[in-house]
């Protein structure tokens, strides 16, 4: 079984089933078949051959969802691009070395940035009649993360790789065929690809897409209108309708990720609307669900158990202690970093790959979140690596070293850059330098100009001591 042979099968059996609701359109499952066949055409007629990377650069639409699945019909292996970024987008493109690359209209002035690098063809006038049999790569998608230098990784999945993590899912909730999910967070996420289209895709229910999460009370409308029954989403979304003036919501059941829920944020919702919140536990390089919450029996400030032919061990550095680094093992796991094989070794140890995120599991085997290993910041569910906008600061003449770190403020997490100067700048002119380079949600809240920067014993800037200036250690 393959993804694409679920969606052929889901034409066959249910294909007037509706599959895909947005504001105004509907599409069944034999209309989103028949719409990646026309991608799929049109990919081969333009030459593509199988194995060949195929960038896509589009919000959440329909046509996301045509031109992944036509991709793989054709043969090629679908990139989804976090249209968030900027100058990185290049970075990644000529990383993944694609083909072609497939836009959105809505991005149209982003084609400059790499139309010398592929051929750039436009959504949706990619189409063209004609049907051909599948003709599938062992890989199903590259999806790019930050790695913990900054630089992007191309996390590479399979087909078995995203079935795995799929039916270990299904295994854990149960999802009926009239159920509908929120597609409310970027499908070129991991995370949202895997749980709100795939995971219903191979349960035969509905995909709701909406607006981006800027545009929420509008998304939301969209959303109940649509009857959704199962709302998957993240931390800062839950404190959104904790806030909203409205005392119910339709949701069967609500499923959290990206990073921790607050457990006082949980009971809060839970109160307010009487819907459990599922909290669980992934990363890309895991297809991502590593670890989910049962319904029913759930434990507060958990990540749940993990899924079934997941298995999870406590790496410890010192033996006494609970909590260690968070390694797993099982079908899920990436078959590695695009291009890079070394660092791929690095990660992936014996079969077992090392997370970098601290933790522990209980004596029920439930996993317990700590702390990041490294000095990764999570915002609104998005990774931002502190040495990357390190990097670029270090670009500019009047900086003569940085330090960025994340620190809590008010239950959220903020970006601090400390600055030691050589020259006059100011604020204003080093986060308009860094609206150039990285993309928005990256650039730090607060620039703090220093004199000096407290040093660890082996002369490395104390992080530690500088979110101590901040209140938090």
Known sequence: MDILSKLQENKEKIGDKPFLFTEKETYTFREVWEKSCEISAFLKKKGLKRGDRVAIISENSPYFVFSLFGVMHAGGIPVPINYLLSEEMVEIIKDVSPAVILISPKFEEKQKLFSNIADVYFLPECKEKGGSSPSLTEEAVIIYTSGSTGFPRGVILTHQNLIADITGCLKRI?????????????LFHSFSLTTTLLTPLFSGAGVVISPEIKFFEKALEILLRHKTTIFISIPFIYKLLVDLPISSLPFRFCVSGGEKLLPSLEREFETKFNIPILQGYGLTEASPVVSLNPLGREKEGSVGPPLEGIKIKIHKEKSKSRIGEIIIKGPTIMKGYWG??????????????????????????????????????????????????????????QIKECAVVGVKKKDKEIIVAFVKKVGEISEKEIKRYLHKKVASYKIPRIIEFVEDFPYTPTGKIDKRKLRMSYGEG
């Open 174 to 186: 149960k999802v009926y065929p009239e159920d509908r999910f929120s597609v409310v967070l970027p």
């Open 340 to 397: 890079k094989p070394e660092i791929t070794q690095e990660v992936i140890r014996e079969g077992w790959l090392y997370t970098g995120d601290l933790g522990f599991m209980d004596e029920e085997g439930y996993l317990f979140l700590v702390e990041r290993k490294k000095d990764m910041v999570i915002l609104k569910g998005l990774n931002v690596y502190p040495s990357e906008i390190e990097r670029v600061l270090m670009e500019i003449p």
